[in-house]
Nanobody
Framework: QVQLVESGGGLVQAGDSLRLSCAAS????????MGWLRQAPGKEREFVAA???????RYADSVRGRFTISRDNAKNMVYLQMNGLKPEDTAVYYC??????????????WGQGTQVTVSS
């Protein structure tokens, strides 16, 4: 079992930056692929970014070039640096882990989510 806890969300203005953090416990993260996903009101949960255990990254087209996923296996932490935020980035952001590297929402382990709200 992997327990995940997100932090770092908040209310920002368009163009601002935020850094989300995800703290993992239960098992070491080094063997898991990690992902960030989000769910806006009235919409399905969608893939945002993923990082394999070996450091390969993938991004949704909507965030590529603005968001960066990173991981610190020694600290059991995963991060999502979000720059140039837009109102359409408003959502609950979830950290997720899975033994398989995924660019879908089919992750095995999930955090509780952190709200990001971007005002125009």
């Amino acid at each position: 079992q992997v327990q995940l806890v997100e932090s770092g969300g908040g209310l920002v203005q368009a163009g601002d930056s935020l850094r989300l953090s995800c703290a993992a416990s239960g098992r070491t993260l080094s063997t898991y692929a990690m992902g960030w996903l989000r769910q806006a009101p009235g919409k399905e949960r969608e893939f945002v970014a993923a990082c394999s255990s070996g450091g390969t990254t993938r991004y949704a087209d909507s965030v590529r070039g603005r968001f960066t996923i990173s991981r610190d296996n020694a600290k059991n932490m995963v991060y999502l640096q979000m720059n140039g935020l837009k109102p359409e980035d408003t959502a609950v952001y979830y950290c997720a882990a899975d033994p398989v590297f995924r660019t879908t929402s089919l992750y095995a382990y999930w955090g509780q989510g952190t709200q990001v709200t971007v005002s125009s």
